[in-house]
């Protein structure tokens, strides 16, 4: 009682078999012990007596009378209670780990601590990223909630030394067990009927959580289990929830790092410029932050940039190891792919990538998934991408302990090492190299370097910018090469005479403006895909060509001067096929009547035909292996040429998914007689041509997803279009006044109409009142371009300036709405729109409401362009964490990353789920149809730290 007064500490009595009334009032045995002592020691009787007065005050328990007297009962009710009065132990704790608390209450809000049956979560992600520590967080703060708790931290570390009966035996509370199969066997008896909870940290083999948790059924109702790993595969297989981690943000990351780096004597200038050298060059990897703070807090200005400069050329070693506990548990072949990608492919479209490591033998498609499952890489928006500190440990595991002697590297692409190399002579055997990616073009007029001349006899893979090439390639037997990928060259040839390359899948040539000849391919037995493109003097493709019976993708672009190519109708696998810019190699495409009527006789002499002045083409294809076909900027619709001369053009291809006919000159007559018997063709280009409408009555693509009609500026008319329309752009057709009813159209979820002034609306109903009628409005997102003005009233008010935001969101926004419509009015073409959605503290956002428009918005008017989205909400479910403490929806326009002028005016609104319902449920895979397959996608999950998500619009890309 004293330490309740002096203190504050709580005090519960508890009345066992004994009634309060007889303690206050100390009667019967309280009474006659006092009596006994009291003539002794009065004063401290009578504190006695007042202390005792005083708990009988206090409210307490009395056994008897609680949970009908039985005992266990009780004590479980006293737990609970004293539990909840003392509140989670690890509060304060929590509020000094920077970025805990938000990423613990996501955590517990997937935990469903208050659900029943047993749940198993995961927590994944690059190792330093902090799963160690919010497992930890969540286990102090949970823990007493649980009839049972074990951690079993560092398992990777602790099976390899003492084996898994000894995990098995912390986790039984060191209950003895011989064997793993007994630790089961005691693991599912012991915890079967009671509520536990175990974190099993750093698991990184399937065995270990067999031991430790084998299975849901040997846990008790309520029971939670909390699994970190780098390798989300393991979760996957074991059917655990996976909750991958979120690194710092820019702000909890400059919090952390200044933790541990205090500022000092550090005049604030420098201090906060140098801080943030730190943090960027960290990523927001918590371990890189904590290590390079604790050894920056007690240095000077001066000794901070030395370091700073220091880690860009070695990285730190404490993070390093850290970071290559992933790299080291792969197999050989997975880590030749993740240094691959780590040195050279960081950044590249993922397609792109993967045909050269396929080339290369690595097996990329399986692999690159394990890479992803285990942290090392990601992909996003199609490219392959890594964290900073990840790519640094790859560049550091290439050059290792010699970063000066490149000859000893496996990988060559920075430019000191190729410098180094240049200086080597030719009696030196380089055995150690294998890839070699160099730009020449990037050394000054004064630093080129000379060729190099030292034998790298075992190179697979060359991808070389700028000159010069040929004494490489002239001067090995590179027998081992898989993929030549040379661009901007001065070379005439690339080299000379026959050369045996039994392993070259890929060969590109990028805009060699010398080159007059092709190799002879009788030594190229495997290549698999030629590009050559922007090779203006070249004249001809040697005749060994046509015999390369493996090639998959060939590709010829702006290569005018080309009179000479062999037949090629022996190259039954082609899938795809590209001649743009290059007319007179359209006369090859005569193929039909040779492949299906020439004997091998015939198709043996591997001759070439001269190509003459072309009239008209008549083009049919009927491989079965053929997938893309690009003729663009060929000319096949001459104007002087008379309608009596003029063939039928024809397409007939069974396989064929794309089709490039832009620039082609195609007029009404060519699209009215054309035969089009195209079953699986998704995309059709026909941009820059000249007809004036468009019949897809006549041109049968019953599948066609996305149709690019652009800068046909005599065409007035569309007629309806493929019910499995996507995409539609028909921007600056000037001239257009009509397209067909889109009411059936369920797929199509973005169209651009920019640059066209004379649109009328489609029949029955307005265009953007039929998309948000279709698969998207539930599903995905919509994106609508037009020149003219619609409605103010779409999305309730719009407002003057470049920013709009709706606050105060409802807590289950996500399931009371279907999305949010965006209404965008602005001048510019090429607008970036942003949408975060976060948790905002402050009643005061960085965004602030612009004043509301008092105009009236005219229904057209020059220059403006009108831009309407829609993003709904389901279609970011497993993209991004829908929290519902978010409560605000940011809104800000944007152009190449820059705000915009106040000119502009922008709007948005909700949409409750009872607008629109989608009455029909869609059992088709929807993931064909919003798929873009371009550049760059129009909507980006551009960044989701699990904090906010923040989606990038961008409606012209």
């Not at 492919?345 to 050269?356: N, Q």
């Not at 897809?696 to 499995?724: A, Y």
Request: glycine share 6%.
């Amino acid at each position: 009682m004293k330490c309740k007064e002096t203190r504050g500490q709580i005090v519960i009595p508890i009345f066992y078999n004994v009634d309060p009334s007889e303690v206050r009032n100390q009667k019967q045995k309280y009474g006659e012990v006092f009596a006994k002592y009291e003539p002794e020691y009065k004063n401290k009787v009578e504190s006695w007596r007042k202390t005792l007065v005083d708990a009988c005050n206090l409210c307490g328990w009395e056994p008897k009378n609680v949970a009908n007297g039985h005992e266990s009962d009780v004590i479980k009710e006293i737990v609970e209670e004293i539990s909840l009065r003392l509140g989670p132990v690890t509060s304060n704790a929590n509020e000094k780990l920077i970025g805990i608390e938000a990423r613990a209450q996501r955590l517990k809000s997937e935990l469903q601590i208050k659900s029943g049956g047993v749940r198993m979560i995961g927590i994944w992600g690059v190792g330093g990223g902090g799963k160690t520590t919010l497992a930890s967080s969540i286990y102090d703060e949970l823990s007493r909630e649980f009839d049972g708790c074990c951690f079993i931290a560092n398992i990777r570390e602790e099976s390899r030394r003492r084996g898994l009966e000894e995990l098995q035996e912390k986790c039984l509370l060191k209950m003895e067990a011989n064997t793993v199969g007994r630790g089961r066997c005691l693991i599912n008896k012991r915890f079967r009927h009671r509520k536990v909870l175990i974190v099993l940290d750093d698991v990184d083999q399937r065995e270990q959580l067999e031991a430790l948790a084998g299975s849901p059924d040997w846990f008790g109702e309520g029971s939670r289990i909390i699994i970190t790993t780098r390798d989300e595969h393991l979760l996957k297989a074991h059917r655990v929830v996976v909750h991958e981690i979120s690194l710092l943000n820019a702000d909890e990351a400059i919090e952390l790092f200044r933790k541990h780096a205090p500022q000092g004597s550090m005049p604030m200038e420098d201090y906060e410029q140098l801080s943030k050298e730190v943090v960027s060059y960290a990523g927001g990897l918590p371990l890189a932050l904590t290590i390079l703070g604790s050894c920056l807090c007690d240095k000077n200005i001066q000794q901070w940039r030395s370091a700073l400069a220091r880690l860009q050329q070695i990285p730190d070693a404490n993070i390093l190891e850290k970071l290559k506990i992933s790299f080291d548990g792969l197999a050989n072949v997975q880590k030749d792919l993740f240094l691959d990608i780590a040195c050279f492919f960081r950044g590249w479209k993922k397609d792109r990538a993967m045909e050269i490591l396929d080339a290369c033998g690595f097996n990329p498609v399986i692999g690159v998934e394990e890479l992803r499952q285990k942290a090392l890489i990601t992909i996003s928006d199609g490219r392959f991408n890594m964290h900073d500190q990840v790519q640094e440990m790859g560049h550091y595991i290439v050059r290792g302990e010699h970063p000066k002697n490149p000859e000893r590297h496996s990988r060559v692409w920075k430019k000191e090492d190729v410098l180094t190399l240049c200086a080597m002579d030719a009696t030196m055997e380089l055995d150690k190299i294998e890839a070699i990616q160099i730009d020449y073009s990037s050394f000054g007029v004064h630093e080129e370097p000379p060729p190099i001349v030292a034998n790298i006899r075992n190179l697979r893979y060359i991808r070389w910018k700028g000159d010069p090439i040929n004494h490489l390639v002239n001067n090995f037997p590179p027998r081992e090469l898989c993929c030549l990928i040379l661009r901007t060259g001065l070379q005439d040839h690339l080299w000379n005479g026959y050369k045996y390359l039994p392993n070259l899948k890929i060969m590109e040539l990028w805009y060699l403006d010398n080159l007059i000849m092709t190799p002879n391919f009788d030594g190229l037995p495997k290549l698999e895909r030629f590009i050559l493109k922007g090779s203006p003097h070249l004249k001809e493709i040697h005749s060994s060509f046509g015999g390369l019976d493996r090639l998959v993708c060939l590709c010829i672009v702006k290569c005018e001067g080309i009179k000479k190519f062999p037949s090629i109708t022996r190259l039954q696998k082609i899938e795809t096929l590209s001649f743009a810019g290059c007319p007179r190699l359209i006369e090859f495409l005569k193929i039909q009547q040779k492949m299906d009527n020439l004997g091998d006789e015939d198709m043996s002499s591997g001759g070439a035909w001269e190509s003459p002045n072309l009239n008209h083409i008549v083009l049919c294809f009927l491989g079965r292996c053929l997938r893309d076909l690009c003729l663009g900027l060929c000319g096949f619709g001459d104007e002087d040429i008379g309608s009596a001369v003029r063939e039928r053009l024809s397409f007939s291809c069974q396989y064929l998914r794309k089709l490039d006919l832009s620039g082609c000159n195609l007029g009404d007559e060519d699209m009215i007689f054309a035969v089009w018997e195209l079953p699986n063709l998704q995309e059709l280009d026909l941009s820059h041509n000249k007809f004036s409408r468009l019949d897809f009555i006549l041109i049968r693509t019953p599948r066609l997803k996305i149709l690019n009609m652009s800068d046909c500026i005599r065409l007035v008319e569309l007629s309806e279009l493929p019910s499995s329309i996507a995409i539609l752009k028909a921007n600056n057709c000037s001239s257009l006044e009509t397209f067909g009813d889109i009411s059936n159209c369920k797929w199509l979820w973005k169209v651009s109409f920019r640059g066209v002034k004379k649109l009328r609306d489609p029949p029955n109903g307005t265009l953007l009142d039929s998309m948000l009628k279709g698969n998207a409005f539930n599903d995905y997102r919509i994106s609508v371009t037009l020149q003219h003005n619609i409605p103010k009233g779409i999305v309730g008010r719009l407002l003057r300036g470049n920013a709009f935001s709706l606050r105060h969101l409802p807590c289950n926004w996500y399931n009371e709405f279907c999305g949010i419509l965006i209404h965008v009015v602005t001048f510019k073409v090429f607008p970036e729109i942003h949408i975060i959605i976060k948790q905002e503290v402050d009643e005061v956002s960085r965004f602030e409401l612009q004043r509301e428009s008092s105009e009236e918005l005219e229904s057209e008017y020059d220059g403006t362009k009108t831009y309407v989205g829609y993003v709904s909400f389901n279609s970011l479910r497993g993209i991004a964490f829908l929290n519902s403490t978010y409560n605000v929806i940011l809104i800000s326009l944007r152009q190449h990353g820059f705000p915009v002028g106040a000119a502009d005016r922008i709007g948005a609104a909700l949409v409750p789920k009872n607008d629109q319902v989608q009455t029909t449920k869609i059992e088709t895979d929807c993931s064909e149809f919003w798929d873009e397959d371009h550049f760059r996608p129009t909507f980006t999950i551009k960044q989701d730290s699990k904090s906010y998500i923040n989606i990038l619009w961008r409606p012209n890309h």
